[in-house]
């Protein structure tokens, strides 16, 4: 099983960007799905996170900017970020409960990190 997350960048205050992640391999089901970020000199901080069923739980920093959505077909999540701010600069991660087969437990999976920087 693998994650690969994409879509971070370069963007100045205001501006958008919208993360994907892509959970790919020997994947019999998918769980939560979560988005995290840290920046430099932080701890890892959840950002959002989303259910099978689609219930969505945000940070407070995240509230009323961020949307996260998904779509179980292609076993992918999106994180749209709108107004962002200088900090919300981070390396973002995504995490999805995956089982694997169909007898087996859900394990929890780590994708690579994309960076988002939000600059002038």
Request: charge should be positive; glycine fraction near 10%.
């Amino acid at each position: 099983v693998q994650l690969q997350a994409s879509g971070g960048g370069l963007v100045q205050p205001g501006g958008s960007l919208r993360l994907s992640c892509v959970a790919s391999g020997s994947i019999f089901s998918v769980d939560a799905m979560t988005w995290y970020r840290q920046a430099p000199r932080k701890e890892r901080e959840l950002v959002a996170t989303i259910t099978s069923g689609g219930s969505a739980y945000y940070a407070d920093s995240a509230k009323g900017r961020f949307t996260i959505s998904r779509d179980n077909a292609k076993n992918t999540m999106h994180l749209q970020m709108d107004n962002l701010r200088p900090e919300d600069t981070a390396v973002y991660h995504c995490n999805a409960a995956i089982r694997p087969h169909s007898g087996s437990a859900y394990y929890g999976y780590w994708g690579q990190g994309t960076q988002v920087t939000v600059s002038s």
